[in-house]
């Protein structure tokens, strides 16, 4: 008997499940967003999307794009391409969103670029851009090139040390990867010789091997690609070596885990940021006044809360709604053509300049070195 | 009068149950949007995959946790022989194929001869090593970065247009899949690897060649796991080295259990039902994997055997013996 009420129940489930997502009038502009809400990606993407919802709620708040309300839809990709696929072809097909402005799960965005320049839908990404260039086309970047970040780390160690060999240690993530292969090829015009490249993985619990291998090549410094927990191992076991005079220089990061490092190492320890991480660096002008927007509204709803990816993600919606305004269209095409002749911007996070030939909106560096000094984020 | 016991003999469409879902969702794609299309082409994929690791560890009663090795295989040759090389994806996929057999069957002389937990361990070893290659061998697979550009399946100059047309091209091999499955589990070989599956002592004592047929089914499963990397690659057109992770292992693994392990139908059946319930339960946001998890719960529980044998849970089950003023059961009584 429970048997077949079992099987009944299960029956009845099954032959209820209807796909969702019926298509309703497009009354809204709608922005869809493929988001690594979890997995790897899960910190950064997260406040990439808070930063994003602030700025929508801020337009809609007056009044929308060109008369119409902005919808935000934001679907988990699990970090993961192929979840990505799956969500990008729903926001597509079930929810007919305008345009993409999706999170920094670089493979994810490529493995879903065919379908989405098929569909002549325009992508802001969080992440590097899609490698094919008929991807490309389509695709415009919020991230600064990794270049920036190499030119601030090795500007600051040759003006301020006397630091020339040093180590460098990368996690395989597309980004990580394509700033060590910057960083190699710039160490020798930049005044400074690589004694070692390690790899290690996101989630490995003691890189002291790697650790030891640069120390044991005569290196001074560890140049170190990769995000989140990863910093706070390198930082501990450094202390634990023994390595009293190794300098740490991190990557781009959510402030958790660069406070952590600060607090193990202190100002041995050091980290790539962008002004609105550290708000005191902003001049005044443009800049400050365009942070100042963004940090006030960041605050208030998430008090101390790290900026950084949120700062990004705000300045994302801005790109976006500029280019609808001068397009004076929602259409996919026209908005990509938008894109391409938008007059530069200042955002929050960094100025940008997208072109027709310049898909990277960040062209002028916005990096400053930080150092965590009494309990708080300040330029070294 | 003896009761009388039904049996899926009595009741086929029980037995068509299965089959009529699998035709009915394929064909609901072909009339759906391309968010379904693509949910129910990567369930075909996954179908052909479990219906391959369905020989090892269902009718052979083995255990691999290493599958996902020969989808890489698969998906790798085919993206680097077509993306890289420019070759048919007809010929691409073969040989793929080929490879990720001579690959299983090197590997498999030495690894089956180990039995139970080992062999396990073994296999999840081999599906670890693949991952770390993938990731590390840069200059072939190139990473994280993945490879893409990868086109469309398709045999010399005609290609598959769009996902519906693709779609189509799945499901005939799922099916094709499916009835070679039929015809060697019928034959002598599959009943030697259900002898296998019961004792492998007594199948020995048969004179079955136990570790010849192990390796045999081994093979035919890396050949379907090859099959499905390379049909992953088609119809998405970019891989990465995630795609073929320990994730795979795990869904793969749930979808051959909830399927029905064992069964013809069970892993596609699972497949589809891995594959399609979270879509189902998306509008439920942060709440999406806790009520997945508890619908997986429940389904084992009230379909212990697998979606596939759900039919037979509404089977009439034989009436429980009324006693007799003498304790004998009435129904042993015969006229």
């Not at chain 1, 490698?131 to 991230?143: M, V």
């Not at chain 1, 790899?199 to 140049?223: C, E, F, H, L």
């Not at chain 2, 083995?62 to 989808?71: H, K, M, V």
């Not at chain 2, 399927?259 to 596609?268: K, R």
Request: aromatic fraction near 10%; proline fraction near 5%.
């Amino acid at each position: 008997m429970t048997s077949r009420l079992g099987a009944a129940v299960i029956a009845a489930a099954l032959l209820s499940f209807v796909p969702g997502g019926a298509v309703q009038a497009q009354e809204t502009y709608k922005i869809g967003a493929a988001l690594g809400l979890t997995g790897y990606a899960a910190a950064s993407d997260r406040a990439w999307r808070d930063g994003q919802m602030l700025a929508i709620e801020a337009i809609n708040a007056k009044g929308g794009l060109l008369g119409k309300k902005i919808e935000y839809i934001g679907e988990d990709n699990r970090s993961e391409p192929q979840e990505a696929v799956v969500v990008y072809r729903k926001m597509m097909s079930n929810d007919k969103v305008n345009i993409f402005a999706s999170g920094c799960v670089s493979a994810g965005n490529f493995a879903a670029a065919g379908a989405v320049i098929r569909s002549e839908t325009p992508m802001v990404l969080c992440s590097i851009l899609p490698p094919r260039p008929e991807e490309q086309k389509w695709a415009f970047s919020i991230l600064p090139p990794p270049r920036f970040e190499m030119e601030a780390r090795y500007g600051w160690l040759k003006a301020n040390s006397q630091v020339r060999k040093i180590g460098i240690m990368h996690d395989p993530t597309p980004y990580a990867q394509l700033m060590k292969d910057v960083a190699v090829k710039t160490a020798q015009d930049s005044g400074f010789e690589v004694v070692a490249v390690e790899t290690y993985k996101p989630d490995d619990v003691d890189m002291s091997v790697q650790i030891g291998r640069i120390n044991a090549a005569g290196g001074g410094a560890i140049i170190k690609m990769g995000q989140g927990g990863s910093t706070v191992t390198v930082a501990k076991n450094i202390k634990q070596l023994g390595l009293d005079t190794m300098i740490l220089m991190a990557s781009l990061d959510d402030g958790v885990p660069l406070k952590a490092a600060g607090e193990v190492l202190g100002e041995r320890f050091m980290f790539v940021a962008p002004p609105v991480q550290i708000p005191s660096s902003i001049p005044d002008g443009a800049f400050r006044k365009a942070a100042d927007t963004f940090l006030t509204a960041w605050r208030e709803k998430y008090g101390d809360r790290d900026p950084n990816a949120g700062a990004r993600g705000w300045d994302s919606i801005t790109v976006i709604a500029t280019a609808v305004e001068l397009a004076k269209s929602y259409n996919g095409p026209a908005v990509r053509d938008a894109l391409e002749k938008l007059p530069p911007i200042q955002g929050a996070f960094a100025k940008f300049n997208f072109t027709a030939t310049q898909h990277v909106g960040i062209t002028e560096n916005p990096y400053v070195v930080g150092v965590l000094r009494d309990g708080r984020f300040q330029v070294k | 009068m003896i009761s009388r016991v039904s049996t899926s003999t009595d009741r086929p469409w029980r037995a068509l149950l299965p089959v009529a879902v699998v035709l009915g969702v394929m064909a609901f794609g072909l009339t759906s949007s391309g968010y379904v299309v693509t949910v129910i082409g990567f369930a075909a994929i996954y179908g052909i995959f479990c219906t391959g690791l369905n020989f090892f560890m269902g009718y052979t009663g083995q255990a691999s946790f290493g599958q996902n090795a020969f989808a890489a295989l698969g998906g790798y040759g085919t993206a680097i022989l077509c993306g890289n090389h420019y070759w048919d994806p007809l010929a691409a996929f073969l040989v793929s194929m080929v490879f990720a057999g001579l690959v299983a069957y090197l590997v498999g002389l030495p690894t089956l001869k180990l039995r139970g937990h080992y062999l396990a361990m073994a296999t999840f070893a081999l599906g670890l090593i693949t991952y770390e290659i993938s990731i590390e061998w840069n200059g072939l697979t190139q990473g994280y970065m993945g490879i893409s550009g990868i086109p469309p399946l398709g045999v010399w100059k005609f290609e598959l247009a769009n996902e519906k047309q693709m779609l189509v091209a799945l499901t005939l091999l799922m099916l094709l899949g499916v009835w070679i499955s039929v015809r060697l589990r019928d034959s002598r070989f599959g009943r030697a690897l259900r002898a296998i599956a019961g004792s492998e002592p007594a199948a020995r004592a048969l004179g079955i060649d136990v570790a010849r047929y192990k390796l045999a089914a081994f093979v035919i499963a890396a050949l379907y796991a090859s099959a499905a990397g390379s049909l992953f690659a088609h119809f998405v057109g970019f891989i990465s080295p995630e795609v073929f992770g320990a994730a795979m292992v795990i869904q793969s693994f749930t979808m051959l259990f909830l399927g029905g392990i064992g069964t013809t139908w069970g892993p596609i059946v699972g497949a589809i039902m891995v594959l399609m319930l979270p879509e189902f339960l998306r509008g439920l946001k942060e709440l999406q994997d806790v009520v997945y998890s508890m619908a997986l719960i429940a389904l084992l529980i009230f379909a212990p055997k697998g979606l596939a044998g759900l039919g037979s849970l509404f089977a009439r089950r034989p009436k429980a013996p009324v006693p007799t003023p003498s304790g004998a059961p009435a129904r042993a009584i015969a006229k």
